[in-house]
């Protein structure tokens, strides 16, 4: 069955179906009656409610988070959806996915995909379906190096982003392919790990998965390991009270969290190590203090000795630097280093601090690794997926949410220029007629936070820190907002809590820190700190706002370069159950994401557009005239394209560069009109294909038919076998001999012979021919 025919009968499949379920509100919200936030919600809810969880916006797929397990992300829906124009199926996030894949290849383009919406909205299960889209439908046999590619991609998927954290933070993966369409490198770029959920979480909220693996199969699956508890015995898990999470398997996750390290390569001493590691971080949180002559005191130092032993450093010395702190003091042009003894309150910090560090560095190493594994030489196509964590607000936020909310204000200002103000500019660069749609530019919420000049608040706050460095001292309340801050973000007004802002943007290790695990009897920990401590290293310190501030803005410029595409997730309800509604829950997010506006641009504008070159390499083969090849003008080519195919005139304007197509409805016409000439080509090539194996049978048959009397001849058993020609005379060449035939018929047989009468009396030679009509 050719690949027309299955695609056929799996859309008719698909058509039965859908013709015994009740239509439910519309697959695309351009096509909407009244543009409404209620009127959003009302099609979005409905569809929800009849487990439709995928909607469009032209080209923007809107993605409701379900809480359950749907039925339609199994292998008929890859093939019904492969190859298939968008508005053939309902929409899914295969077919987002399709379109990226195949434009890749057809427009030499590097995709990308901007997966945004607040925690909970189902963000990392997208990515999830694109990543087994692609490792499903590309290019490479089973023993190619692009499926070893594909398991690593599939592997570090379980890791989740290393199996670390849930969620980590944000994350950007490129799938790098070859010209050919198969996956043969990657690369991640992780940033703004959020460290603080290492010692501290929300309530009714977990702490990274890999502990809760270490906590029920123990180090390397062996539970009995001395020194191993379960989850409510450690400090920086028992906080939140909450140890399992529905639809989490922790045995069967740490199986699969081994299995991924070994298909990117860690070796098993090294992932014993690393597990080691986790176990110590966990122990290192069940340190704690006491106060004793207004100095830190360890409390109990036997539950030293366990966290000690796990990262190879000595006990006393892992004491000493939790209590006490190396200064560098400086006074009259001389430096001296002091010892400072901490308060219950500092050492406490430093403990959290260190646990902060170990984890991180082990989280870098772990996405190093998974980099290492997917390395090419060079980059051809690529397609990047950005699964970015939720815009947050908490009754009480810190720096972190800072940071969070500040790279989705960025991204939101990417997918405000790149869908409603790039397109808008662009009809006037183009010179179409156009009503310009009103919407609300967030670039003056981006200015106030990273400003340069005039300072925004990151610059006003690594001042602030820079300060701090230099004295030795300085707290948060040097901050001239010491009160704290309301910013009004996209997503609503979110109030900050300066408290620890300081602290938590110096970022900075403590050197006595570093250097005690530069002493550790283990390599590979001595290896996650390669530092060379300099004393008297001056210059102003990075920051993790300035850190974050760089990584977003470089993350922008590659989205940038990239043909986007979107996916806007929505939280449906806070109690994660399946076909809960909360009606102003969904109401703000549509809000906030822009969704009305988005509509009102698309409504308004034109469906599709493409540069006249691209057009003409797309469609022309709708005329004999434009195919192979158009030799005139670029534009004058697309007109008469357009014109040949009888587009009416008021559905497409052409542009200086560009031709634009208004309604969907024409796009798919001219994709319809595509479809058939090539289905008339194919057919043509399945004949010639046909015909070809039909001659080469008859060949074999014919030698075959030549074999059977070989050294069987009574009288000639040393005979030559020759095959059976049948035209000894050359009749193609002689057209004296061929008028003899008629029109129809067909010589099987022609050769010279000598013909004898019944006298035995001989006749010249002639020609004899036996004919089948």
């Given at each position: ?12 499949r ?46 923007v ?6 809480f ?37 290849l ?14 909970g909205?189902?963000?990392t ?16 046999g089973r ?40 996956p ?15 010692v501290?979480?929300?309530e ?6 890999i502990?809760?693996?270490?906590c ?13 508890m379960?989850p ?6 028992n906080r ?16 699969e ?16 190590l ?88 082990l ?21 990047g997926?950005?699964d970015?964590y939720?815009f ?6 810190g ?6 909310n500040f ?9 405000i ?6 397109e808008?500019e ?33 610059s ?27 910013i ?7 109030s ?6 300081c602290?938590?943007?110096r970022?900075?290790l403590?050197?006595?820190l ?6 550790s ?7 996650l ?18 850190k ?11 989205l ?10 929505i939280?449906p ?38 540069q ?13 005239e ?26 497409y304007?052409?542009?200086?560069t560009?031709?634009?197509v ?22 043509t090539?399945?004949k010639?294909?046909?015909r ?39 009749l ?7 008028q ?34």
């Amino acid at each position: 069955m050719d690949r027309r025919t299955k695609k056929e009968g799996s859309k008719e499949r698909f058509h039965w179906q859908s013709h015994n379920v009740k239509q439910s509100g519309v697959d695309d919200m351009v096509l909407l009656p009244q543009i409404t936030e209620d009127a959003i919600v009302g099609n979005l809810r409905k569809r929800f409610m009849d487990d439709y969880i995928f909607t469009y916006i032209g080209s923007v797929l809107i993605s409701v988070n379900p809480f359950k397990q749907m039925p339609y992300f199994t292998d008929r829906e890859i093939d019904l959806y492969q190859g298939a124009a968008q508005y053939e199926n309902p929409p899914h996030i295969y077919a987002l996915t399709d379109n990226m894949y195949r434009n890749m290849l057809i427009d030499c383009e590097n995709q990308c995909v901007i997966i945004s919406g607040e925690s909970g909205a189902g963000k990392t299960v997208a990515a999830k379906y694109i990543m087994g889209y692609i490792s499903k439908v590309s290019g490479g046999g089973r023993e190619g190096p692009g499926e070893h590619v594909k398991d690593i991609i599939l592997q570090s998927n379980p890791l989740r982003f290393v199996s670390l954290s849930t969620p980590p933070g944000g994350k950007y993966f490129e799938i790098q392919f070859s010209r050919g369409g198969e996956p043969d490198g990657g690369r991640i770029s992780n940033f703004l790990l959020e460290k603080s959920r290492v010692v501290m979480q929300n309530e009714n909220e977990r702490n990274f998965h890999i502990y809760y693996q270490v906590c029920w199969m123990g180090l390397a699956g062996a539970a009995a390991e001395p020194g191993l508890m379960t989850p409510d015995y450690y400090y920086y898990l028992n906080r939140s009270d909450t140890y399992k999470v529905d639809g989490t398997d922790d045995r069967s996750d740490f199986s699969e969290t081994l299995s991924a390290m070994q298909v990117i390569g860690i070796p098993p001493s090294v992932q014993q190590l690393v597990l080691q590691l986790v176990a110590g971080i966990l122990h290192l949180g069940n340190i704690s203090f006491c106060e004793e002559g207004n100095y830190a005191r360890v409390e109990s130092t036997d539950l030293l000795a366990f966290p000690a032993y796990l990262l190879g450093i000595d006990s006393g010395r892992l004491q000493e630097k939790l209590t006490s702190r190396k200064m560098d003091s400086r006074w009259g042009g001389r430096s001296e280093s002091i010892n400072v003894t901490l308060n219950v309150e500092q050492a406490a910090y430093t403990r959290d601090a260190l646990a902060k560090g170990l984890y991180a560095r082990l989280f870098d190493f772990l996405v190093e690794a998974i980099n290492r594994a997917m390395q090419k030489p060079q980059e051809e196509y690529s397609i990047g997926v950005l699964d970015i964590y939720g815009f947050e607000i908490f009754q009480k936020n810190g720096f972190e949410q800072f940071c969070i909310n500040f790279v989705n204000e960025k991204l939101q200002q990417i997918f405000i220029e790149l869908t409603l103000k790039a397109e808008q500019e662009e009809y006037v660069q183009e010179g179409i007629r156009w009503t310009p749609i009103e919407y609300f530019n967030n670039k003056v919420v981006c200015d106030l936070i990273e400003n340069k000049a005039p300072p925004g608040i990151m610059s006003v706050l690594d001042d602030v820190c820079a300060t701090m460095h230099a004295t030795g001292g300085g707290a948060d309340q040097t901050l001239l907002w010491s009160a704290g801050f309301v910013i009004h973000h996209y997503a609503g007004k979110v109030s900050y809590d300066v408290s620890g802002f300081c602290e938590r943007n110096r970022d900075v290790l403590f050197s006595d820190l570093i250097e005690l695990m530069q002493t550790s009897e283990q390599a590979f920990l001595r290896m996650l700190f390669p530092e060379k401590l300099d004393v008297d290293k001056k210059g102003r310190p990075s920051t993790a706002g300035s850190k974050i501030k760089k990584q977003a803005n470089d993350l922008v410029a590659t989205l940038k370069r990239c043909t986007p595409h979107y996916i806007r997730c929505i939280k449906p309800n806070e109690t994660k159950r399946p076909r809960d509604w909360e009606e102003s829950r969904v109401k703000h997010q549509v809000e906030y994401l822009g969704l009305r506006e988005n509509i009102r641009v698309r409504r308004a504008g034109f469906a599709y557009r493409r540069q006249f070159s691209k057009f003409l390499q797309r469609y022309a083969i709708l005329t004999p005239e434009t195919w192979p090849r158009w030799r005139g003008d670029e534009r004058q080519g697309v007109q008469h394209l357009l014109q040949a195919v009888n587009m009416e005139s008021d559905q497409y304007q052409m542009g200086s560069t560009k031709v634009f197509v208004k309604n969907p409805e024409s796009l798919f016409l001219l994709e319809e009109m595509r479809e058939r000439k090539f289905d008339g080509f194919a057919r043509t090539i399945q004949k010639a294909w046909r015909r070809h194996v039909a001659v080469r049978k008859y060949e074999e048959m014919r030698e075959e038919a030549s074999n059977i009397l070989l050294n069987k001849k009574e009288r000639r058993r040393n005979s030559i076998n020759r095959n059976f020609v049948g035209d000894y005379l050359g009749l193609e060449e002689r057209p004296e001999l061929r008028q003899f035939l008629g029109k129809r018929e067909r010589v099987d047989f022609a050769d010279s012979v000598t013909k004898y009468d019944r006298r035995f009396k001989a006749y010249s030679p002639g020609p004899a021919l036996n004919t089948g009509v």
